[in-house]
Every structure is written in C-alpha cells, then in structure tokens.
C-alpha cells in the first residue's frame, strides 16, 4: 500500500469503529508548544496535577514515546449526550460522566483499530494513547487540522463542536499529513464572560487550571478553596460552562455510543438524591465510571460544599 491508501484505509477502519473523525500529523519535537507549556507551567497555573511537570520531554515529541514513531494520528470520540439530568437544583455532573469510563471505551476501539492496521500491512511498532502517557492531544489534534484550540483551550471542530474525547495512534510509519485549519473563535467571548471562577483569561486561550471547577471537584483531593464559595454553579463533577455557552456546539449531534449511556436513573436523581447518597448507592449508580476518579468521599465533600454555597 502507497502512503495514501494506506491512510484511508486507517481512516475509513477508524470511522467504523465509531471515532467521529480522524487526522494525521509528522512525529516531530513541538517547539513552539514546548515553550507555552514550560511558561504554563512556571505560573503554577497545573495547581497541585505535579504530573503534568514530569517527563516534559516525552511530552514535546512522541518519538520519546515510540522508538522510530513519524506519525501522530489524532481521533476524536462524540459523547454530547440526548438527554440531561432533570432536576435543575440537583448538583450537576459534566456530560462527559454519564456513562462509562472514557478510558477503557476508546483504548479498546485503539486497540482493535491498531490491530486492523497490523494485519493489513504487517508488524510496526505503535501505541495507543487516552489520556494514558504525557501526550499533548490538543496540540497534536491542532496540528492535523481535526479543529482549532479555542478561548475556552478546548478543541473545537467546525463541523463538530467540542463536545467529544480525544486520542492517539502513534506509530513508525508514513502518511499523508494534513494542515492546521484556522481559529473561528473570532471576537467571541463567551465562554471567558460566562467562567465564574475567572479560570479562562481575560484575553482567552489561556487556562488557569487551578481555578477550573473541573480541576476543583476532580483533581484537587484537599479541601476546596474558599475563595471558590459561591462560584461553582452547583457542578459537582467537572464542568460544561465553556462548552454550553459555545456557539459552535450547536452543531454537536447526539452520541451513538451505548457504553456511554447513563446509568438507569442517573439523570432522574432529585437534589434530595444526591444529599442522601450513601457509599452503596455510589457503587452501584458509578460503576464502571469517570466519577470514580474522586471517590465517595471527594463526592461528599464537593456536595457538602455546594451546600454550604447556598
């Protein structure tokens, strides 16, 4: 197969494994997004994620990563879901939580797809990436033209919105490498006006993570700052302000994805559910999901806290 056809076919095999699209890039070391991390980085704006400071130069350049690696491909998943929770008081859980854990619904589908382009051309060296190694996906899926890096930092896709997960093939073979599309967020400012915790810029495309509601009710295991009281919105996983109040999620279409249907009665949870919500309810209603990442207790904790808000 010509470098060509061989991309077609991993884009047409990625496609029937339900990716919502596919893009591909040159392995090579990102200097550009080296020195906007290192400054991101030197502001403390990762707060208390200290992963994020290790291995910085695997993260710059995927050929650290796979021994002879010279292409990046980037896919992206769609989770917008039909339905929401129904209770307007009830505290809120990003989108992305509803259903199964993101991590091990798409390593699969990477697994399956690597090995279809296995047995088509023979052995390569690759690896598959969800959120799994320091790989900047955002400035991968950028540089293949899967969409631009918005205000918000998320990536948004024209035709798709942002309301989708990202990940990677990295493997030690050629292909036809496409461009960078342009930035369409324009003079809007949207999402930098609707952040209550002033987490986004004032000029946008900056994040200070350590303010993020995501970062607040999911990564941070101390206790949740007071400056934050009043601010966080009722989300007690994660956040989708910035991606609500974007314009271009209106084109985000449903999902198809039945690992990422929520649990039976999950959206249907009163706010007097979640105050009663014991350990034994926890399990069983997140089971196989992203919302085990802050356990029971940091659960607790973030509702307890959107209580004492109000």
């Given at each position: 197969?010509?470098?060509?056809?061989?991309?077609?076919?991993?884009?047409?095999?990625?496609?029937?494994?339900?990716?919502?699209?596919?893009?591909?890039?040159?392995?090579?070391?990102?200097?550009?997004?080296?020195?906007?991390?290192?400054?991101w980085l030197n502001?403390?704006?990762?707060?208390?994620?200290?992963?994020?400071?290790?291995?910085?130069?695997?993260?710059?350049?995927?050929?650290?990563?796979?021994?002879?690696?010279?292409?990046?491909?980037?896919?992206?998943?769609?989770?917008?879901?039909?339905?929401?929770?129904?209770?307007?008081?009830?505290?809120?859980?990003?989108?992305?939580?509803?259903?199964?854990?993101?991590?091990?619904?798409?390593?699969?589908?990477?697994?399956?797809?690597?090995?279809?382009?296995?047995?088509?051309?023979?052995?390569?060296?690759?690896r598959c990436f969800?959120?799994?190694?320091?790989?900047?996906?955002?400035?991968?899926?950028?540089?293949?033209?899967?969409?631009?890096?918005?205000?918000?930092?998320?990536?948004?896709?024209?035709?798709?919105?942002?309301?989708?997960?990202?990940?990677?093939?990295?493997?030690?073979?050629?292909?036809?490498?496409?461009?960078?599309?342009?930035?369409?967020?324009?003079?809007?400012?949207?999402?930098?006006?609707?952040?209550?915790?002033?987490?986004?810029?004032e000029k946008g495309?900056?994040?200070?993570?350590?303010?993020?509601?995501?970062?607040?009710?999911?990564?941070?295991?101390?206790?949740?700052?007071?400056?934050?009281?009043?601010?966080?919105?009722?989300?007690?996983?994660?956040?989708?302000?910035?991606?609500?109040?974007?314009?271009?999620?209106?084109?985000?279409?449903?999902?198809?994805?039945?690992?990422?249907?929520?649990?039976?009665?999950?959206?249907?949870?009163?706010?007097?559910?979640?105050?009663?919500?014991?350990?034994?309810?926890?399990?069983?209603?997140?089971?196989?999901?992203?919302?085990?990442?802050?356990?029971?207790?940091?659960?607790?904790?973030?509702?307890?806290?959107?209580?004492?808000?109000?």
């Amino acid at each position: 197969m010509d470098k060509n056809q061989l991309t077609n076919f991993i884009r047409d095999q990625a496609k029937s494994l339900g990716f919502l699209q596919v893009s591909f890039a040159k392995a090579e070391e990102m200097t550009e997004e080296a020195r906007n991390l290192e400054s991101w980085l030197n502001k403390n704006y990762q707060g208390k994620m200290a992963y994020l400071e290790n291995h910085f130069d695997k993260r710059i350049d995927p050929r650290k990563l796979v021994d002879g690696a010279k292409s990046v491909i980037s896919l992206s998943y769609n989770y917008f879901p039909e339905k929401t929770q129904s209770d307007i008081s009830a505290p809120k859980l990003a989108k992305y939580a509803y259903g199964e854990d993101y991590h091990f619904v798409l390593r699969e589908k990477l697994n399956l797809l690597l090995q279809s382009i296995r047995e088509k051309i023979g052995d390569l060296n690759g690896r598959c990436f969800v959120d799994s190694a320091p790989v900047l996906e955002r400035d991968w899926a950028k540089r293949s033209g899967l969409g631009w890096i918005g205000k918000n930092t998320m990536l948004i896709s024209p035709q798709k919105g942002s309301y989708f997960f990202l990940a990677e093939l990295i493997l030690d073979i050629e292909l036809d490498y496409e461009q960078p599309i342009a930035d369409f967020c324009g003079t809007c400012r949207r999402c930098i006006d609707a952040c209550p915790t002033s987490a986004i810029s004032e000029k946008g495309y900056l994040m200070d993570a350590s303010k993020c509601i995501s970062y607040l009710t999911i990564e941070l295991k101390d206790e949740i700052p007071m400056e934050f009281k009043g601010k966080m919105d009722n989300w007690a996983f994660g956040c989708d302000i910035c991606q609500d109040v974007c314009p271009w999620n209106r084109f985000s279409k449903p999902h198809s994805e039945t690992a990422f249907l929520p649990k039976e009665n999950l959206l249907d949870m009163s706010q007097k559910d979640w105050l009663e919500i014991t350990e034994d309810v926890f399990k069983k209603v997140f089971k196989n999901s992203a919302v085990k990442r802050t356990k029971f207790s940091g659960l607790i904790r973030n509702i307890k806290f959107l209580e004492e808000e109000k």
